[in-house]
């Protein structure tokens, strides 16, 4: 099968040829004839397959044919695309751009950390397909900028990543919102049970595709495991990435806040390394990601948040610096490697009590993860260069604050001043033996004592 077998319009052929091409992938094949037909659909896929190709060419496609926008004709919402983040927001928005270039159509991209108004702008002007997130797209809803009901197609993209985020409650106040009479794709790259139950509720006898089961990970993905204290984690992560210096690399963390200060870790042993999650502000997420994809960064620290919306061809290396409490979302992490047909390597370290974590992911796999007993073996490489900073002497309890006039004020004998300090003649004894009882007394002349 080609594209050109699909039954799509020239102008998107002609856009999908230019891009170089020939052969759709195997969720393009199965689901482009459902979705133009007009069935709902159900696709269950891993990430980085081609799914977004898989809902934007028909998409498309039907914009183009059935009631295609005429000039002068005010323009309403007719496709909604939800995304559970910006940066997968940023990614459907650039290929709608692509496959649409030569077609009249419009879209426009709708999502919080910015400013509204260039959106409310584009929203006002009239567009044709709206990719948003839950959260900002509920926000201009209430404000009365947005309006539903000429939606004809609804596309939920990564449904399970919305469950995991806690977006439900957004998109069941936004389904309400959608007209009855429509056509719903929905994408997942796991079917866990909350999944189906929602899948029933907005689908109408879905065809169900299903593609690359999550248990089957790509041959061209080396993965290993490294077993590791959670003390020398730093260390060992020094060494593998100084090892493949100038190899573009993704670092897994669990939280923003280890991001964070794992990225200042590695920034300080000389690594060119940058941290993007929730945290950052949205110009902040796309010039890290930028400067990742121009190799300007060698190492992005990354949380599972940007897990789906790194999509940068020639990673080399994705290092699972902490293990994910959830097996599917190893796959999810290691599929940022081993992309377009190049290799890839995935390490992870693990440390005692990450152990329950890696026998969930190898139980998912359906296999043993390799130990790499030379990484094992070298625990005791060198540290990473640190700025030695002169150390503090120690003393016994008690002595430190004497000791701290001591190096201020000299010597200083038992019972009185420094010898510096110590005035001649008889006044001198006198004022050591007046003790603390005689401070700031007026001495009396010795002739009338």
């Known amino acids: ?39 709902d659909l159900l696709g269950c896929a891993q990430t980085g397959t081609g799914k977004t190709a898989a809902f934007a060419l028909p998409v498309l496609h039907r914009l183009m044919t059935v009631d295609a926008p005429q000039r002068g004709k005010v323009r309403r919402i007719r496709t909604l695309v939800l995304s559970p983040t910006r940066e997968l927001a940023c990614q459907i928005g650039d290929s709608f751009k692509t496959y649409g270039r030569h077609t009249s159509l419009r879209h426009t991209l709708v999502y919080g950390g910015v400013s509204q108004f260039h959106q409310v702008r584009d929203l006002q002007r009239g567009v044709d397909t709206l990719i ?13 900028f947005i309006d539903l009901n000429a939606v004809e197609v609804f596309v939920l993209d990564e449904a399970d990543r919305m469950l995991d985020m806690g977006f439900m409650p957004d998109l069941r106040r936004i389904v309400d919102k959608l007209p009855k009479q429509r056509q719903t794709l929905m994408f997942s790259a796991t079917m866990p049970e909350p999944i189906e139950e929602l899948a029933h509720k907005i689908l109408r006898d879905p065809v169900q595709v299903r593609i690359a089961p999550v248990k089957s990970t790509t041959a061209l993905i080396e993965q290993a495991v490294c077993f590791v204290s959670k003390a020398d984690k730093p260390a060992v992560l020094y060494k593998l990435l100084s090892a493949s210096a100038g190899t573009r690399a993704i670092v897994f963390t669990r939280t923003k806040h280890g991001a964070d200060r794992l990225t200042k870790l590695l920034q300080r042993d000389g690594i060119r390394a940058e941290a993007i999650h929730g945290n950052k502000t949205q110009n902040a997420r796309q010039k890290t990601l930028a400067s990742f994809k121009s190799n300007r960064t060698h190492v992005l620290v990354a949380t599972d948040l940007a897990a789906r919306g790194i999509d940068v061809d020639g990673v080399s290396h994705v290092f699972n610096y902490e293990l994910p409490h959830e097996p599917e979302t190893y796959i999810h992490r290691i599929g940022r490697t081993g992309r377009a047909g190049a290799e890839g ?16 992911i190898e139980k998912l796999l359906n296999t043993k993860v390799r130990v790499d007993q030379d990484l094992a073996g070298e625990l005791a490489a060198p540290e990473p260069r640190r700025v030695e900073r002169p150390s503090r002497p120690s003393f016994p309890p008690g ?17 009185g001043r420094p010898n510096s300090a110590r005035p001649s003649g008889g006044s001198g004894a006198a004022h050591a033996s007046g003790g603390s009882h005689n401070k700031g007394r007026r001495r009396r002349p010795a002739s009338s004592r």
């Open 1 to 39: 099968m080609t594209f050109e077998t699909l039954g799509l319009a020239q102008p998107l052929l002609r856009a999908v040829i230019s891009e170089g091409y020939e052969i759709p992938t195997p969720i393009q094949a199965q689901a482009i004839p459902h979705v133009l037909a007009g069935r």
């Open 132 to 144: 948003a997130t839950p959260g900002r797209l509920c926000d201009l809803m209430n404000q009365g």
């Open 345 to 360: 390597i995935a390490i992870a370290l693990c440390d005692h009590e990450e152990h329950k974590h890696l026998r969930a």
């Open 399 to 415: 002595q430190r604050q004497q000791q701290g006039r001591r190096a201020r004020f000299g010597s200083k004998p038992s019972g």
